[in-house]
T-cell receptor, first 110, second 114 residues
Framework: EDKVVQSPLSLVVHEGDTVTLNCSYE??????LLWYKQEKKAPTFLFML????IEKKSGRLSSILDKKELFSILNITATQTGDSAIYLC??????????FGTGTRLKVLA | GAGVSQSPSNKVTEKGKDVELRCDPI?????LYWYRQSLGQGLEFLIY????????KSGLPSDRFSAERTGGSVSTLTIQRTQQEDSAVYLC????????????FGDGTRLSIL
């Protein structure tokens, strides 16, 4: 059965800390891996990764994929309270099939 | 606005009643998805539309759940004879087409069954 596992389930850090969120997957047909940020309501798209070893970067956030070891990490440097959210990882394993992990709940304290 | 719009944002109803949830996708997006998010759980896939057709309905939890999409745009998810376990946030997402495109989500409908 296809699955996506995220760790840790939750994390509390202080402003300025760097965090690394993990996403591992087992799917029969990998097409891409996506990261989303969910604050109060709609998940918002962060990154889509299709190739191993190529870092995607947006401001203080970056992500990389390892297709050999079947995982991705999302790094956030110099965290701010506005980074507090649930971070969702999803794998596209078919034309329309997206498998989501349960998310990592990040809380950044001032 | 230009985003995915869902209504109502909140719905509280009594067990046994029928509910209808609406999703208005981003204009031009042919692919539309419904998910359910329960507390502490990931997003559970319910159904996918490509245009007006739903190639895969296998994610619908029971025959009390149905969905339709008309005109390749607005979709409605209907839950008949609601049960308490149906309480969740129902999220709709759309994307440009079937090829590897990120989904854009609406704010969801929070459904509470008393």
């Amino acid at each position: 059965e296809d699955k996506v596992v995220q760790s840790p389930l939750s994390l509390v850090v202080h402003e300025g800390d760097t965090v690394t969120l993990n996403c591992s997957y087992e799917v029969t047909n990998f097409r891409s891996l996506l990261w989303y940020k969910q604050e109060k309501k709609a998940p918002t798209f962060l990154f889509m990764l299709t190739s191993s070893g190529i870092e995607k970067k947006s401001g203080r956030l970056s992500s990389i994929l390892d297709k050999k070891e079947l995982f991705s990490i999302l790094n956030i440097t110099a965290t701010q309270t506005g980074d507090s959210a649930i971070y969702l990882c999803a794998v596209n394993s078919g034309t329309y099939k997206y498998i989501f992990g349960t998310g990592t709940r990040l809380k950044v304290l001032a | 606005g230009a985003g995915v719009s869902q209504s109502p944002s909140n719905k509280v109803t009594e067990k046994g009643k029928d509910v209808e949830l609406r999703c208005d996708p981003i204009s031009g997006h042919t692919a539309l998805y419904w998910y359910r998010q329960s507390l502490g759980q990931g997003l559970e896939f319910l159904i996918y539309f490509q245009g007006n057709s739903a190639p895969d309905k296998s994610g619908l939890p029971s025959d009390r759940f149905s969905a339709e999409r008309t005109g390749g745009s607005v979709s409605t998810l209907t839950i008949q004879r609601t049960q308490q376990e149906d309480s969740a946030v129902y999220l709709c997402a759309s994307s440009q087409d079937r090829s590897n495109q990120p989904q854009h989500f609406g704010d969801g409908t929070r459904l509470s069954i008393l």
